[in-house]
Nanobody, 126 residues
Framework: QVQLVESGGGLVQPGGSLRLSCAASGSIVSINAMGWYRQAPGKQRELVAIITNSRSANYADSVKGRFTISRDNAKNTVYLQMNSLKPEDTAVYYC????????????????????WGQGTLVTVSS
């Protein structure tokens, strides 16, 4: 059983900052990529930022220069520092992780698993 628990969302004025955190817990062997996605009302979920276990990061064009993704491998935690927030950043933000977990089926070994957090709401409004 693997859980991703997000925190840090809330209401912020335009131009303000927020820091999101997402901690993975459970039977985890290793974590490959961790990322943040968002879904605004009436829109599809979109990738915001992703970071590999070697800390190589990629960002959506709409957040480049304003958001920074980072991770603490010892804590199985990924962060998203969001600066210069705009009203169009308003969305539910979801944490995502690509994991290797123990395979509990006969034969053992490991298997890949993709996990999602429950989402945290970020509202940018004056």
């Amino acid at each position: 059983q693997v859980q991703l628990v997000e925190s840090g969302g809330g209401l912020v004025q335009p131009g303000g900052s927020l820091r999101l955190s997402c901690a993975a817990s459970g039977s985890i062997v290793s974590i490959n990529a961790m990322g943040w996605y968002r879904q605004a009302p009436g829109k599809q979920r979109e990738l915001v930022a992703i970071i590999t276990n070697s800390r190589s990061a990629n960002y959506a064009d709409s957040v480049k220069g304003r958001f920074t993704i980072s991770r603490d491998n010892a804590k199985n935690t990924v962060y998203l520092q969001m600066n210069s927030l705009k009203p169009e950043d308003t969305a539910v933000y979801y944490c995502n992780a690509e994991l290797r977990v123990p395979d509990t089926t006969p034969g053992g070994g490991y298997r890949s698993l993709e996990a999602w957090g429950q989402g945290t709401l970020v509202t940018v409004s004056s």
